[in-house]
């Protein structure tokens, strides 16, 4: 539970430092928004192991991908890509809600681009990032 109101705290801070970013007048707490910030909250405790032993970290476009498959056991992968597919997806569908609710889906890459930095600066010591120079640990 403790990790989860983490996860939703670092969301609201995302998306308040994107508002700030775009000088928009947004409404945050939109049904589509707060859904895909229930789904993510809710995918984060079988995230969190994944991302805390390396095999699955962040990637430089704001999503998530498995870094290292040989962490993961044969019999669970299947699931892992699952569920970093999910995530990936809520990702994608949260970056065009916010900008959609800024009245600019154009604005949706770069609001992507303001969320993958802000995911990487607030990630945890030892987890995975990728960057242009590839995989490094944080």
Request: aromatic residues 8%; proline residues 3%.
């Amino acid at each position: 539970m403790k990790s989860l109101i983490k996860l939703m705290a670092l969301l609201y801070a995302l998306i308040l430092s994107t508002m700030a970013w775009a000088a928009a007048d947004i409404e945050i707490n939109t049904p589509a928004i707060t859904a895909l910030a229930q789904s993510m909250q809710n995918r984060y405790t079988q995230l969190s192991p994944l991302l805390i032993s390396g095999a699955v970290g962040l990637t430089a476009d704001g999503l998530i991908g498995v870094h290292d498959a040989g962490a993961i056991p044969l019999s669970e992968r299947q699931a892992v890509n699952a569920l970093v597919i999910a995530e990936n997806n809520d990702r994608k569908n949260l970056y065009q809600e916010i900008a959609r609710a800024n009245g600019h889906p154009e604005w949706a890459a770069d609001i992507r681009n303001t969320f993958a930095q802000r995911w990487i600066q607030r990630a945890q010591t030892g987890w995975w990032i990728q960057s242009a120079k590839g995989w490094q640990q944080k």
